[in-house]
């Protein structure tokens, strides 16, 4: 079986919103080993919906529809449908009852206008919505489509998501009789030609139903291996031996062989070792400590970030000498030590990283251009002693991607300094 995503609605071609929603359908259907062939992305127009109805159900056995299906006049969806199909519409009661329920808790009226809401397509399987209003529909589009299915779904991303994994991945699984498994292999500090080299005589060897992408990110780049099957033990064993292949040549760089971020990475490094940690931070203003403690349990590691921006901050917070920052200036090697090491002392930490740099987009130098980033990571030694190193970086784009890229590179010094410590 093959699929399509069609997402519906203005605000996503003309870039309000970003399409989340055809990304969370392919990983799920790639669960019950069904593979997305196309994602659309169409107009409110019932005409332009029509075409794309009739387009992707030609080729695909199952079409995934969401957006469209909401009161106002901008959700054509269902209407685009009964014209394809030629078929009416169906009280579904369930659905009028929740509607009821729903707006007696916000202590709303309930109008008959509302009852449209409630009316799916004749011959449809109703999807119940547990998050909002509309239904959602499962509905055999007959021999003229070889009866392939259209699946219709809200477009808000909390309402779509209950759906599929309620309703339609579990109808869809008995039909697919195949299976897919992808395994990400997140790596850091290495780039995507270089990377490739490394694995070429693994990528060369590649078994016929398993195939690898590469992942750019700000990082470096990350790999997808997958691999499809009707045996779910040979698929899941193929694909484990290409993962390990991989992981054998370019470990080094590797963080993890699942969707982790960084930042999760090595809060459960240190959550596991028993250590602490804390940061310094200049140009990024807080984005690696906001980054750590995004990540739940971090309270367990995370005593606390110092945001010292100005150099009177520095040397109030951190111990930074004057003498440095004015033989050095902030943007150095000898103050990003200063900055990790006071912090270190300061905090009472196990380990403790340091950020000053230059985002932009002005306030460079020849010798110090925006994009330097000058980085320290100071930890504790077992006897006691402190040791405090620092490294220079150059990366490159508008402030925020400049700051994104800093507390990038801060939490790879992190994970490299950890994995050096007894």
Known sequence: ????????????LKGHRVNTNAPFIARALGTIGIPVERIVTCSDDTESIWHALVSSLRDADIVLVTGGL???????????????????????PD?????????????????????????????????????????????????RFGNHHLVLMPGVPVEMEAM???????????????????????????????????????????????????????AGVSLMVSTSGRDREAVDAENGRVVDSIVAKAG????ATSEASLEEVVVRQLLERGLRVAAAESCTGGLVSSRLTDVPGASGCFLQGAVTYSNAAKEALLDVSRATLE????????????????????????????????AGPD??????????????????LPDGSVRAEAAIQQHFGDRKQIKARFSEAALRALLERLRDMP
Not at 118 to 129: R, T
Not at 330 to 355: F, H, K, N, Q, Y
Not at 363 to 380: D, H, I, N, Q, R
Request: aromatic share 6%.
């Open 327 to 358: 033989a050095y200036g902030a943007v150095s090697e000898p103050v990003a030590i200063e900055m990790a090491r006071g912090c270190l002392l300061r905090s009472g930490a196990d380990i403790a990283v340091a950020t000053t740099g230059i």
């Open 363 to 380: 306030g460079g130098s020849a010798e110090k251009p925006v994009g330097t980033l000058w980085l320290a990571v100071a930890a504790k």
């Open 70 to 92: 909401g009161p106002t006049r901008d959700d054509r969806t269902r209407k685009a449908v009964q014209d394809l199909l030629g078929r009416g519409l169906s009280f579904y």
């Open 95 to 143: 659905a009028w009852e929740r509607i009821e329920e729903l707006f007696r808790r916000r202590g709303r009226e309930v109008t008959g206008e509302m009852r449209d809401q409630a009316m799916v397509i004749e011959g449809s399987v109703p999807v119940p919505n547990t998050k909002g209003t509309a239904p959602g529909m499962i509905i055999d589009c007959g021999e």
């Open 252 to 255: 080094a760089y590797v963080y």
């Open 164 to 218: 599929m994994t309620r309703t339609v991945i579990p109808w869809f699984a008995p039909m697919s009789g195949a299976f897919i498994r992808h395994t990400p292999i997140m790596t850091m500090g290495i780039g995507e030609s270089m990377l490739a080299k490394m694995i070429e005589e693994v990528e060369d060897a590649m078994p016929e139903h398993t195939t690898l992408s590469y992942l750019p990110h700000a």
């Open 1 to 12: 079986m093959k699929a399509d995503i069609i997402s519906i609605g203005d605000e996503l």
